[in-house]
């Protein structure tokens, strides 16, 4: 089974600020690779497709980058609506996630 | 627009049966395979399995193979899994997805509590 681990397991950061969240494969997934944001009761949003691609009506302040088996996910300039936390999933073999990030606000 | 649907909420009794039914609109169904996932409370996400819709070809999570199963209707692009033996750990909310990877669009969950 591919493994995710995603770090770090919570941040909190003031409004404004730029904000990274990574995921790393145990093995090479190319690009298959989602991003979602989640809020308490409710189902997980698509942010990022296929590693770097905006899923159509999310903010262009978040972007996700990277390949093989190091990812990320940027949030250039914090807003409190985004508070909430992120995961990470693979869907090269299966499908893995990572264990969430928690984001608040400072 | 692409809708998935769930049941409603639903409490077992350990060792109990419970199925839930996830309905798709707004597309057609057997183009895509659904997914099931879910989540205990203040947990992560957990994979079970995937079903293709146009033929009903099934990838178990290994986990759940012995006591999981997914089925379709496509006479009204429904979904369906149903979990058996139900333990107090199952309790959690239980999601279907539309798709293998990519752009998957999720329905809003349905609570299934284990309870004796």
């Known amino acids: 089974d591919i493994q995710m681990t995603q770090s770090p397991s919570s941040l909190s950061a003031s409004v404004g600020d730029r904000v990274t969240i990574t995921c790393q494969a145990s093995q090479d997934i190319t690009n298959y690779l989602n991003w979602y944001q989640q809020k308490p009761g409710i189902a997980p949003k698509l942010l990022i497709y296929?590693?770097?691609n905006l899923e159509t009506g999310v903010h262009s302040r978040f972007s996700g980058s990277g390949s093989g088996t190091h990812f990320s996910l940027t949030v250039s300039s914090l807003q409190p609506e985004d508070i909430g936390t992120y995961f990470c999933q693979q869907y090269d073999n299966s499908w893995t996630f990572g264990q969430g990030t928690k984001v608040e606000i400072k | 627009q692409v809708q998935l649907v769930q049941s409603g909420p639903e409490v077992k009794k350990p060792g109990a049966s419970v199925k839930v039914s996830c309905k798709a609109s707004g597309y057609t169904f057997t183009r895509f395979a659904i997914s099931w996932v879910r989540q205990a409370p203040g947990q992560g996400l957990e994979w079970l399995g995937w079903?293709?819709?146009?033929?009903?070809?099934?990838n178990y999570a290994q986990k759940f193979q012995d006591r999981f199963t997914m089925t379709t209707d496509t006479s009204t692009s429904t979904a369906y899994m149903e979990l058996r033996r139900l333990e107090s750990d199952d309790t959690a909310v239980y999601y279907c997805a539309r798709g293998l990877g990519g752009r998957v669009m999720w329905g809003q969950g349905t609570m299934v509590t284990v309870s004796s």
């Open positions: 296929d590693a770097s």
């Open positions: 079903i293709t819709a146009y033929n009903g070809n099934t």
